[in-house]
T-cell receptor, first 112, second 116 residues
């Protein structure tokens, strides 16, 4: 158990819908990262927050957004969902911005 | 942009034997981190080992060790005394050090099969 929690574990929804994925980092970690793992794209970095502020963006679509709250938990919002958004979404956390990232168990999203 | 290449989609090894997984990367940075993560069938991403580019000594963690060749931009993982529980996907990952924030850049992974 890495200490990073993610909810829900599984999510099934329809095209065009909006969903919110939640992540709680390890105690003491200030950085939260979001990643997407799909069969065709592999593991891709989406976005990073540090102590409530956005610090880096990767291959995140405009339909996706995220935020980190004062208690340091983070949410990833996915809207206007398409079939291709079906993937495993991971959250990872680290103490600062350069340290080792520890991954949560992931949220498996299926868009039908 | 940084890239990470794992040229072996799948490797197979007999239990108790030694196996080496390959990884090469491309970067213009001089300071960075390299990682190996393991993803078993549960899909959990588990850190195996980490190497800082400024350290000449190769990292080791019990049965896991790396061969870090900075000039060649090579970062291989050696697993000694392979066990059935080592069966998983293994991902090599890169992260630049210092400066601005950034996420991990992953290779496509190597599927390791352990033959009993």
């Amino acid at each position: 158990d890495s200490g990073v929690t993610q909810t829900p574990k599984h999510l099934i929804t329809a095209t065009g819908q909006r969903v919110t994925l939640r992540c709680s980092p390890r105690s003491g970690d200030l950085s939260v990262y979001w990643y997407q793992q799909s069969l065709d794209q592999g593991l891709q970095f989406l976005i990073q927050y540090y102590n409530g502020e956005e610090r880096a963006k990767g291959n995140i679509l405009e339909r996706f957004s995220a935020q980190q709250f004062p208690d340091l938990h983070s949410e990833l919002n996915l809207s206007s969902l398409e079939l291709g958004d079906s993937a495993l979404y991971f959250c990872a956390s680290s103490v600062g911005m350069g340290e080792t990232q520890y991954f949560g168990p992931g949220t498996r999203l299926l868009v039908l | 942009a940084q890239t990470v290449t794992q040229s072996q989609p799948e490797m197979s090894v007999q239990e108790a034997e030694t196996v080496t997984l390959s990884c090469t990367y491309d970067t213009s940075e001089s300071d960075y981190y390299l990682f190996w993560y393991k993803q078993p069938p549960s899909r959990q991403m588990i850190l195996v080992i980490r190497q800082e580019a400024y350290k000449q000594q190769n990292a080791t963690e019990n049965r896991f060790s790396v061969n870090f060749q900075k000039a060649a931009k090579s970062f291989s993982l050696k697993i000694s005394d392979s066990q059935l529980g080592d069966a998983a996907m293994y991902f090599c990952a890169y992260k630049k050090m210092g400066g601005g924030a950034d996420g991990l850049t992953f290779g496509k992974g190597t599927h390791l099969i352990i033959q009993p």
